[in-house]
């Protein structure tokens, strides 16, 4: 996969800027109650967005199709339209809630722009160039992160898929359906898989790497091991006024207990990351003892076997203050993602295209982090001054947003050779 990458001046000023790009889709989808952005995978907003996608790329005279699982494929074909070993760039327009403006619009605005770039330099490419929005990367509606990547990946069963249920009980195969897909279609697409010879994401830094090093751009090198568990710890339901204190068996207790010791057990474990970030007591009325509670786990590691310990460790104590509480506790894997290197061929390109950037690993996870178990696949980190992501306060300055448009497009151009 070596390849040198040479870059030239540039024949004509890009089209579009990310910035210009970026004010567009963030028009889109804003969250009055919670602030930031909030766009669950075929919302409204997020539907809007695609739709606004499909037209940006059709501006640029690029092929757009969307594939079983509901990615959107915006093609730069080569004279005859032969897709195979194509270069793939994009990532993913769903938020989590309340999320930032930039955890995905990013890698898909430059991409744009990217285009744009290199459709100024040359005519036609001598590599298919596709860009591709996942969907439900966040795993905000139906609670498994990378799901489009990973259906088209075979990496979730698309049985379990199909029924995974959102907030409101609606299954995947309800919404896919509403939305235009066939259900019994969704999962593993080797033909389309078999077409990508690369995959680079560029993405908004999610920390404080860039900052510390003073760098615009930095070249990513893993991503940590995560994984997501659904606790549900069962109590009795009863009146919050006619209840003694004594008579209590309140799930809410010993959840909160629980949550302490998540952190406590993370905190023991040098670069662990645990958190709950999202607890719903069932049937939630403020004058009511709780009948159950339900939270969710998020473990992140480099190490794999870690994570795993970590997890017994945390459901063993959950256990024993459930037995404290007189209540009961059951633990369930949500989904399980390998800690993932990337391509080193792809990472030594990249490298000689960006020879001042940085390598940095990362901690939050990514369609590319899917797709890296079956082509080689890379990304690129763009500074965030606020070092802070799944918040509104997530930010990128305007000129790091062109530069890292700009390194995409030289380092796809490089790949192009
Ligand atoms: O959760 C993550 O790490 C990613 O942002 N989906
Ligand atoms: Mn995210
Ligand atoms: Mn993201
Ligand atoms: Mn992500």
Redesign the pocket.
């Known amino acids: 996969m070596a390849r040198t990458i040479e870059t030239e001046p540039l024949a004509t000023a890009p089209a579009a800027t990310v910035t210009g790009l970026m004010a567009e889709i963030s028009a889109v989808g804003t969250d009055a109650l919670r602030g930031g952005y909030t766009r669950p995978v075929y919302s409204t907003a997020e539907l809007d967005l695609r739709a606004w996608f499909t037209e940006q790329a059709e501006k640029r005279g690029l092929a757009v199709e969307t594939d079983r699982n509901g990615a959107i494929w915006a093609w730069w074909d080569i004279p005859g339209g032969d897709r195979s070993n194509s270069l793939v760039t994009g990532s993913?327009l769903d938020s989590v809630p309340g999320g930032g403006p930039f955890?995905?619009p990013l890698g898909v605005a430059s991409a744009l722009v990217a285009v744009d770039i290199l459709k100024a330099r040359m005519a036609t490419p001598p590599r298919p160039l596709a860009v591709v929005v996942f969907p439900e990367?966040?795993g905000s509606r139906f609670g498994v992160?990378?799901l489009g990547s990973r259906l088209l990946t075979g990496a979730i069963d698309p049985d379990k898929a199909r029924n995974l249920r959102d907030p409101d009980g609606s299954t995947f195969a309800d919404v896919a359906r509403a939305n235009g897909l066939d259900p019994r279609h969704v999962g593993k697409d080797e033909q389309l898989l078999g077409r990508i010879g690369a995959f680079v994401e560029l993405?908004v830094e999610?920390g404080r790497g860039l900052i510390d090093l003073d760098q615009p751009v930095a070249i990513a090198s893993s991503i940590l091991g995560h994984g997501r568990w659904r606790l549900s710890v069962h109590g009795q339901g009863n009146h919050a006024g006619t209840t003694l204190m004594a008579d209590r068996y309140d799930p809410m207790v010993s959840a909160s207990r629980m949550v302490v010791a998540v952190r406590d057990i993370a905190r023991k474990q040098p670069h662990a990351r645990a958190t709950v970030g999202r607890l719903q007591p069932v049937p939630g009325g403020t004058n009511v003892i709780a009948s159950r509670v339900d939270f969710w786990l998020d473990v992140r590691h480099p190490n794999d076997a870690v994570t795993a310990a970590l997890v017994e460790s945390i459901h063993l104590q959950a256990r024993v203050i459930a037995a404290e509480e007189g209540c009961r506790v059951e633990l369930r894997e949500e989904s399980l993602s390998p800690t993932v290197h990337f391509d080193p061929g792809l990472q030594k390109d990249l490298q000689l295209a960006l020879p001042d950037a940085p390598v940095l690993d990362t901690g939050?996870?990514?369609?590319a982090g899917v797709l890296a178990a079956h082509v080689p696949t890379a990304m690129v980190f763009v500074r965030n001054p606020s070092g802070v992501s799944h918040s509104p306060e997530e930010h990128v300055l305007d000129e790091d947003a062109e530069t890292g448009a700009q390194t995409l497009a030289d380092a796809l151009h490089g790949l192009m050779a």
């Open positions: 993913h955890d995905g990367e966040e992160a990378c993405h999610q939050a996870g990514h369609d």
